[in-house]
């Protein structure tokens, strides 16, 4: 899986096993506590099963730290953002997906340029 480099290595390694989309769900909903796997009764409720079922299985009897992301939930959110345009998703799908409107996704598309545009420039 392709994951943002910004991303904290905890968080990498929840990502990895669950997707992106899953640790998004678990930051919101456990972000900043340290949960007992798989002892939280909240887990299944916000998981997809086939996440659920692979979170447990992956760190069965750990207690993980999930972080709060705070400063990286808006570059995590333009990157999901992008890569469901990539994938061919029209701005009002991609709104309805990321429970935003249509005009906050033309910004987030404009923002995602502009910082590509700045780190082309840092490049000369």
């Known amino acids: 899986m392709n994951l943002p480099d ?6 990498r390694e ?3 096993v669950i997707g992106l989309d ?3 769900r678990l930051v919101k909903q456990f ?9 939280q009764g909240d887990l ?19 207690k993980i730290a999930i972080p709060k992301l705070q400063a990286r939930l808006y570059q995590v959110d333009l ?3 992008s890569r469901l345009l990539d994938q061919g998703f ?14 906050a996704v033309y910004k987030r598309q ?3 340029r502009q910082l590509e545009n700045d780190k082309q420039q840092d490049l000369f």
């Open 90 to 103: 029209t701005k009002a799908e991609v709104a309805r997906t990321q429970k935003i409107t249509e005009r």
């Open 110 to 112: 404009a923002k995602q």
């Open 6 to 11: 910004y991303l904290p290595p905890v968080a």
């Open 44 to 62: 299944k409720q916000v998981l997809s099963p086939d996440q659920y079922k692979q979170f447990v299985h992956t760190f069965r009897n750990e």
């Open 22 to 24: 899953g640790l998004l």
């Open 31 to 39: 972000g900043g506590v340290t949960i007992r796997v798989p002892g």
């Open 14 to 16: 929840i990502a990895d």
């Open 79 to 81: 990157a999901e953002t």
